[in-house]
């Protein structure tokens, strides 16, 4: 009789936990940035249709580069921490493909999850990774410019940041933001090891 009664605490808190998880999004996350993930899929076609129609020839076969990569598994071996390089690539609106250099981006773990902070360059953000499934992370942040204090997330759309993260690589990822608050129709900021 006890076995099954700790077998049942033990489903409980497992069950508990996992809602807990599962939950904390759909209560941080804002109607604007919901809205924009749930036109994603239409935004990220049209942004890619604009960049391919009117970038440069190398641009296009960098972006086609990055685009092709697989979307892995965010398992237990893959492990976010530490320091990154990472770039910003716009598509869709004027110019409709600009492709930036490298900066620094650094991610850490306080103990509920990964935070991502972009620490070089002049455009930053900061943020905070949910799991949305073992192949794709949502992103909460915030945009800022450098030498000034980021806000913290739902200060409000000309600030915060979402998108949906994928693991590209044995040390790569990236992050895709449709509809960003400024200059394209989805960025991509795409991070290496």
């Known amino acids: 009789m006890i076995h099954r009664a700790a077998i ?16 904390a999004i759909t209560r941080l996350i804002t109607k ?7 036109k994603y899929e239409d935004t990220r076609t049209k942004a890619i249709d604009a960049a391919r129609k009117g970038g440069g020839a190398n641009d296009i ?8 990569k697989p979307n892995l598994a965010f398992g237990e071996e893959f492990d976010m921490v530490g320091n990154w390089k990472c770039r910003t690539i716009k598509l869709g609106k004027q110019p409709p493909l600009v492709i930036y250099g490298w900066f620094k981006c650094r991610v850490s773990d306080d103990g509920s999850g990964w935070m991502l902070e972009k620490t070089s360059g002049s455009q930053r953000t900061k943020g905070r990774f949910y799991t949305e499934s073992d192949k794709r992370l949502t992103y909460l942040g915030v945009g800022y410019i450098a030498g000034e204090t980021p806000k913290t997330y739902n200060a409000g759309p000309e600030n915060d940041q979402v998108g949906y993260a994928y693991r590209t690589a044995p040390n790569a990822f990236r992050i895709e ?17």
């Open 61 to 68: 076969k960098q972006l086609d580069t990055v685009l092709a």
């Open 32 to 38: 604007s940035d919901q809205a924009r993930l749930d």
């Open 177 to 193: 933001f449709p509809a960003p608050a400024r200059e394209s129709l989805m960025d991509i900021l795409e991070l290496q090891r």
């Open 8 to 23: 049942a605490t033990m489903l409980c808190f497992v069950l508990a936990s996992y809602a807990h998880a599962d939950g």
